[in-house]
């Protein structure tokens, strides 16, 4: 879903082109087989904020075969390192084939299991908490990454907005709820600086400051 005139996103597409023949041969599987990856306009954008504030450690939640994690590796340099954590054992080995192909493997960790889970048992805390499960989990993923991401660091998280399903009320079922109520924790939370932004099906960033 896209909330930007289709002519505006003509424009946003044509103008920020991937430039690499992996991450554009895995737009065109995510294309072909109709896989929700993020997408170049968001690519872009997380990989703007992870270098906004120096990102060397990002946990994402929910990595499917590697798109998202392939910006947030070239966004964290040689020395970062970025957790690709997956449900699925064969698109987990399918994105560490994707990222080797690109140089990229050495900087990703794959773990296969329940994102939730995998967070919250990490030591150690991260520069970005990337957030991309299934969508009833938000609020849960929520609860866990807001206690994962340092003070300066950023939550990120995709289709926040739900093909806008978020801002009808009568929409109750499971994922709208989620997304919606995920919103509202991150918009309460005292110790961030939250704000959605209506790019493609919705990123909201959170900003820790306290
Ligand atoms: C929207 S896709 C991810 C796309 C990926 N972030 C990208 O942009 O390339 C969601 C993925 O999360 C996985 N997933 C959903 N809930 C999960 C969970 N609780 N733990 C681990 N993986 C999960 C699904 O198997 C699926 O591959």
Same mark, same amino acid.
């Given at each position: 879903?896209? +909330?930007?005139?289709?002519? =505006?996103? $003509? /424009?946003?597409?044509? %103008?920020?082109?991937?430039?690499?023949?992996?991450?554009?041969?895995?737009?065109?599987? @995510?294309?072909?087989?109709?896989?929700?990856?993020?997408?170049?306009?968001?690519?872009?954008?997380?990989? &703007?904020? &992870?270098? %906004?504030? @120096?990102?060397?450690?990002? +946990?994402?939640?929910?990595?499917? +075969?590697?798109?998202?994690?392939?910006?947030?590796?070239?966004?964290?340099?040689?020395?970062? #390192?970025? !957790?690709?954590?997956?449900?699925?054992?064969?698109?987990?080995a399918?994105a560490k084939v994707?990222l080797?192909?690109?140089? #990229?493997?050495?900087?990703?960790?794959f773990?296969?299991?329940?994102?939730?889970?995998?967070?919250?048992?990490?030591?150690?805390?991260?520069?970005? =908490? +990337?957030? $991309? =499960?299934?969508?009833?989990?938000?609020? $849960?993923?929520?609860?866990? &990454?807001?206690?994962?991401?340092? #003070? @300066?660091? !950023?939550?990120?998280?995709?289709?926040?907005?739900?093909?806008?399903? !978020?801002? $009808?009320?009568?929409?109750?079922?499971?994922?709208?709820?989620?997304?919606?109520? /995920?919103?509202?924790?991150?918009?309460?939370?005292?110790?961030?600086?939250?704000?959605?932004?209506?790019?493609?099906? @919705?990123?909201?960033?959170?900003?820790?400051?306290?």
């Amino acid at each position: 879903m896209n +909330f930007t005139d289709a002519k =505006v996103m $003509d /424009y946003l597409h044509a %103008a920020q082109p991937s430039n690499d023949p992996v991450l554009l041969e895995m737009e065109e599987r @995510g294309a072909r087989e109709g896989f929700p990856i993020i997408g170049p306009l968001v690519g872009r954008t997380c990989a &703007a904020f &992870a270098r %906004a504030i @120096g990102a060397k450690r990002v +946990f994402e939640m929910g990595s499917g +075969f590697g798109y998202s994690t392939f910006w947030f590796a070239r966004a964290v340099g040689a020395e970062g #390192l970025v !957790v690709h954590s997956e449900g699925s054992a064969v698109r987990s080995a399918e994105a560490k084939v994707y990222l080797s192909s690109a140089g #990229l493997a050495e900087r990703a960790r794959f773990l296969v299991g329940d994102a939730l889970d995998l967070l919250a048992e990490e030591g150690r805390s991260f520069d970005v =908490v +990337f957030i $991309d =499960v299934d969508k009833h989990q938000y609020p $849960d993923a929520w609860r866990i &990454a807001c206690e994962k991401v340092r #003070l @300066g660091g !950023v939550v990120l998280t995709d289709n926040t907005l739900w093909s806008g399903r !978020v801002a $009808d009320p009568k929409a109750k079922d499971r994922d709208t709820v989620g997304a919606r109520t /995920y919103n509202e924790l991150a918009l309460a939370d005292p110790r961030f600086l939250t704000t959605i932004l209506p790019l493609r099906d @919705g990123l909201t960033v959170s900003l820790r400051i306290a």
